[in-house]
């Protein structure tokens, strides 16, 4: 592997990262492709207007600082679109989850929607 996309630093997309042994498995040359805005946002993150369970923010804070700070020279942010593949191209949108997209400008996908093979319906998929 030599991309990492991150549709934002939320601790169930980083914290596979973050666990003890991977980086040290990982290439050494591996970019880490995330919004600018949204390593922003985690600097100094507003949560005034959410309602979370108690202690669930400073869970989400401290993920996100100890990513950033582990992962920091493999950062590779990105101001409003990029193109990570040949087709294959992450958009920065409102709020501060970015969102994917794959084809032209116009057709707009969820994040998880990108894949280098075609969706198959009614298809039940192993684990």
């Given at each position: 592997m030599?991309d ?10 980083v914290?596979?990262l ?9 290439r050494?040359d591996?970019?880490?492709h ?6 922003k ?8 207007r959410?309602s979370?369970p108690?202690?669930?923010p400073?869970?989400l804070?401290?993920t996100a600082k100890?990513?950033?700070?582990e992962?920091?020279n ?11 593949a040949?087709?294959?191209a992450?958009?920065?949108?409102g709020?501060?989850t970015p969102?994917a997209?794959?084809?032209?400008p116009d057709?707009?996908r ?7 093979r ?7 998929r192993?684990?």
């Amino acid at each position: 592997m030599t991309d990492v996309v991150l549709t934002h630093m939320h601790m169930d997309h980083v914290g596979g990262l973050l666990v003890e042994g991977v980086k040290d498995r990982l290439r050494p040359d591996l970019r880490i492709h995330v919004a600018a805005a949204e390593v922003k946002f985690w600097e100094s993150p507003d949560f005034s207007r959410v309602s979370m369970p108690p202690g669930f923010p400073d869970a989400l804070r401290q993920t996100a600082k100890r990513f950033a700070h582990e992962y920091h020279n493999q950062l590779r942010t990105f101001e409003a679109e990029f193109e990570v593949a040949p087709g294959v191209a992450v958009c920065r949108t409102g709020g501060h989850t970015p969102r994917a997209q794959r084809g032209p400008p116009d057709l707009r996908r969820r994040a998880t929607d990108i894949r280098r093979r075609p969706r198959v319906h009614r298809r039940v998929r192993t684990p």
